[in-house]
């Protein structure tokens, strides 16, 4: 039998107050169980790092914070503190991909040569083809006239006196506050300095002061990059200090390149305010002396705007100065401690939505689970909902070099995909809101590739690209070059968020036209091979080679294993998706049937003479036993492509493969180790924060995390399939699961204690543990919560005019609810709901079964996000019985709409016995 959890709002609601007609707001009692609460309960103080050793500012050593657009590396120094710059729409460069018609003959002519290879009977004369295959490919290269790197603005430095001698030196992040702490001791004083990145007021803020209220001095001065000398300019004047500066509108090979009107500008101010003291402007510096208190407030923005719009960013984009102003005067009336506040109520409502514990989160244990809360902390700072159009890029968005390794590109053969494999689980699903607004300029930008580079139809994506949605094929090496499947793979994190969210606004209006024209590229990529299977043509598998017999080494294939998984789960969700929405256009019944009669023909997986999944479609060694990427394993991060249950010879080959790679295997390889029930080889495969320089220089990834706890990716709900050893006791609260789940797990002695699944839709997942299906509905370690359902009884509703208790009334049947006579004035009944999702709600109300008349043309007016909607009920003699809907409304969570109903000059008595909100969508 389903458990039908319902939340009661319920109030005592005395004599007197029926009387005098006051509103009183009901309070919560609990039916049963209640639904997770948004922010959960944990000990916050524990997610903290600190360091004792004073950062020089100039390399990857400070601690980074960030509101979704602009960020900053906080170096701590002492004599002089650097806070090193970055606004992540600053990038070189500008929009506009350069195609040539070229590009499809050697296309053609490589598809050829692979066809030829594939059929050949002789060795020498497979490798002649496959040689030559190789060198055609290079035709299809591209990016190679230009290219854009993503740049620093620059640093805010701080020049201080006197901090000669000083000790007690301390750094710290604390990633519940998103605060960073510096603290030294000079003599008897200790000084602090707070820096924080607000996403509400779109500022850093720094405080500067000390416990001895001492007067204090300092020079604050912007440096720009030595290569934008000409091209950058500071000035000060009265409490404000401005940087300017354009990014050159070109790299060539070589050099940097600027012209008149061209390139991205920037503007960049620091205000301060102190208690106390003077402030002085200096030579386009800021000199401070004499403050008890100094607050330093910075906004920065830039000319970007949609590559898509003209003029175009690089020529006469949005003017920054404008917005900068504005930012600056909102925030500068605002105190410290209203900053912050704002701050810390926006970020925690984020932050605090998942807890973990492991063994009390002491030993080792929680050195992972919080370089896990840094990557949920890092995700926050630098992929914020509307903040831009573009998701976090190779350094998230720190960084002070102008060449930067890899330009800090956005990587589409792992890397976009794997950090923000962590937003779904980790219960940060808005964090995606950059990506999905870039995948649509990419489709864009890559439909004109598809179409002028390849001759297909649909849209593609590169290896890498920018900021400008850059699509045209790589250069330099086939290895990576000419992998097209960008775009494919970006469909599974695009179709993941509605899996986990079940939005299907979001599915009907983007996820599934990029879905469809991803599939369209697909379709023309494949071709049939000498068995009489559907292959990519040309393929290969990022960023690795196979050896021919002389040892040369080769890059181009046909159905490479990556693409094969890539396509298998992209066609597998598109009919899932077209199902979902009853798509049956012709266009879409069309592409339906298309992807139908080539699924089975997909070239199938293979397994190796070792037991390992294949890499390539044919029987050559690799040029490297351990090779950093596996991307032949790329099914271990989808769903549906390499399961246990479903494909478990398949799965043990990947394992294998795993085994074979040793120290490689990238794809966020703990990932892989936790979806194939190694928990230990996850752990050690993972690189902690703090400890390894390089989680600081490229940012950390942890989504393998909830992969330990929980796993719902095939189907069901399998409980604590990967649980680490020695990792016997713990708690994870709010984690997330596919179907719009949010679970508690708990455990003891290494054995599941208890798990409640919030259902949103009132459906019930398959849940799986230790092999075992459980009964949802009987397993007294499983609370199950309908959260669809928000009742709102009248014992909770607020009361205005004349009431009287049903109670003592005859014919009037029901439970808890009020009635209201009178024929002068009127009398309302208004229900609110605390609501724990925003989207849309259908509302019900209930009447007591009866036989009098209770309702003539009584207005019930439901309030939502956009405003009043009246509707007119006439309940005669015989009322409906059970729930009536008044439609669907849209409402944000809390307790933000209401449904009132109103007697009138047709009805003098109005009634219902409750108020239902019934989750629809987000």
Excluded: C
Excluded at 148 to 156: D, M
Excluded at 491 to 507: G, Q
Aim: proline residues 4%; neutral net charge; aromatic residues 10%.
């Amino acid at each position: 039998m389903i458990k039908r959890i319902k939340i009661l709002l319920v109030a005592a609601l005395g004599v007197s107050l029926l009387a005098s007609g006051v509103m009183q707001q009901g309070a919560y009692a609990i039916s049963g169980s209640t639904t997770l609460p948004k922010q959960k309960s944990g000990n916050w103080e524990q997610l903290k790092y600190s360091w004792t050793t004073e950062a020089n500012g100039n390399d990857f050593s400070g601690t980074v914070i960030g509101n979704g657009r602009i960020g900053a590396r906080v170096a701590g120094g002492i004599a002089t503190d650097t806070l090193q710059l970055n606004d992540k729409t600053f990038w070189s460069g500008e929009p506009g991909d350069v195609h040539n018609a070229s590009r499809i003959t050697a296309l053609a002519e490589t598809r050829r040569l692979l066809a030829e290879a594939d059929t050949a009977t002789s060795v020498t004369y497979r490798e002649t083809k496959l040689k030559a295959a190789e060198e055609t490919a290079k035709g299809m290269w591209g990016r190679g006239s230009y290219a854009s790197r993503y740049l620093p603005i620059g640093k805010l430095m701080l020049d201080v006196p006197g901090t000669t001698g000083f000790t007690n030196y301390s750094r710290e992040l604390d990633l519940d506050r998103a605060t960073i702490t510096t603290k030294y001791r000079v003599g008897t004083t200790t000084y602090t300095r707070e820096v924080f990145a607000s996403y509400p007021d779109n500022v850093i803020v720094m405080r500067i002061s000390n416990n001895e209220n001492k007067p204090m001095s300092m020079t604050a001065r912007f440096t720009n990059p030595a290569e934008m000398t000409g091209h950058a300019a500071v000035q000060s004047s009265g409490n404000e200090m401005t940087m300017t500066g354009t990014a050159n509108y070109n790299l060539g090979k070589a050099n940097s390149l600027w012209a008149a009107g061209r390139g991205m500008t920037f503007d960049s101010r620091l205000r301060v305010k102190t208690t106390g003291g003077t402030v002085t402007p200096t030579n386009g510096n800021l000199a401070i002396s004499g403050a008890s208190e100094i607050i330093l407030t910075y906004a920065n923005a830039t000319s970007y705007k949609d590559p898509f719009t003209l003029p175009n960013p690089s020529q006469g984009g949005n003017n920054p100065a404008p917005i900068v102003t504005a930012i600056m005067n909102n925030a500068i009336v605002k105190s410290y401690d209203q900053l912050h506040n704002n701050h810390l109520n926006d970020y925690q409502k984020l932050f605090r939505r998942l807890w973990v514990e492991v063994n009390g989160n002491t030993g080792t244990a929680l050195d992972y689970i919080k370089t896990y809360q840094y990557s949920r902390y890092e995700m926050i700072s630098v992929s914020r909902e509307n903040t831009t159009d573009r998701p976090r890029n190779q350094q998230g968005m720190w960084n002070h070099e102008w060449i930067p390794e890899t330009d800090s590109s956005h990587f589409l053969n792992e890397n976009v995909q794997k950090h923000y494999a962590n937003i779904e689980t980790s219960n940060l699903t808005e964090m995606g809101d950059p990506l999905w607004k870039w995948i649509k300029n990419l489709a864009i930008s890559g439909a004109q590739t598809a179409q002028q580079d390849f001759g297909f139809d649909g849209w593609m994506a590169p290896h890498y690209t920018d900021i400008w949605a850059a699509t045209p094929l790589a250069d330099t090496n086939n290895e990576w070059a000419i992998w097209p499947m960008g775009g494919i793979w970006l469909m599974n994190t695009v179709y993941e968020h509605y899996l986990f969210t079940k939005d299907k606004t979001f599915l009907q209006n983007t996820a599934y036209p990029l879905m469809k024209g991803a599939a369209e590229f697909a379709l023309d990529l494949l071709v049939t091979n000498k068995d009489g299977y559907l292959v990519t043509s040309p393929s290969t598998s990022p960023e690795n080679k196979y050896k021919l017999s002389d040892n040369t080494l080769i890059a181009v294939n046909q159905g490479s294993t990556m693409d094969m998984a890539l396509i298998r789960q992209l066609f597998h969700d598109v009919l899932e998706a077209a199902s979902v929405l009853q798509a049956n256009s012709a266009d879409d019944l069309d592409l339906i049937n298309r992807i139908t009669a080539a699924t089975p023909r997909l070239l199938p997986f293979a397994i190796g003479s070792q037991g390992e999944l294949k890499e390539w479609n044919n029987d050559y060694p690799g040029k490297d036993p351990l090779h950093r990427h596996a991307s032949h394993l790329v099914g271990l991060n989808l769903r549906d492509v390499l399961t246990k249950r479903g494909t478990p010879n398949f799965f043990e080959a990947a394992r294998k493969s795993m085994e074979l790679r040793g120290s490689g295997a990238f794809i966020d390889k703990s990932y892989m180790w936790a979806r194939l029930g190694e928990p230990d080889k996850a752990l050690q495969a993972h690189k902690l924060f703090q400890i390894d320089p390089n989680r600081n220089k490229y940012q950390t990834i942890s989504a393998y995390v909830p992969e330990l706890f929980l796993q719902s990716h095939a189907g069901e709900f399998e409980l604590l399939p990967s649980l680490p050893t020695g990792w016997s006791s713990g708690k994870i609260v709010g984690v997330k699961a596919r179907g719009g789940y949010e679970l508690s797990i708990e455990w003891a002695n290494g054995q599941l204690v208890s798990a409640q699944i919030d259902s949103p839709f009132g459906t019930k997942p398959i849940v799986r543990y230790q092999n075992q299906l459980l009964n949802v509905d009987t397993d007294a370690r499983i609370v199950f919560v309908n959260s669809s359902e928000v009742i709102v009884d009248n014992t909770a509703a607020e009361l205005a005019g004349s009431w009287t208790s049903s109670t003592t009334l005859s014919n009037y049947y029901g439970s808890d609810y009020l009635y209201a006579s009178t024929k002068t004035g009127i009398s309302k009944i208004k229900w609110t709901p605390n609501l724990p999702y925003s989207g849309t709600y259908k509302v019900y109300y209930k009447l007591p079964n009866g036989n009098i008349s209770r309702a003539t043309n009584a207005p019930f007016n439901v309030h939502d996000t956009t405003g009043d909607h009246i509707y007119y009920v006439n309940e005669q003699v015989a009322p409906s019985p059970g729930w009536v809907s008044l439609g669907n409304f849209t409402f944000t969570s809390g307790t933000n709409g209401y449904v009132e109903l109103t007697n009138n000059a047709n009805n003098n008595s109005v009634n219902a016995d409750a108020v239902k909100f019934e989750f629809v969508s987000p």
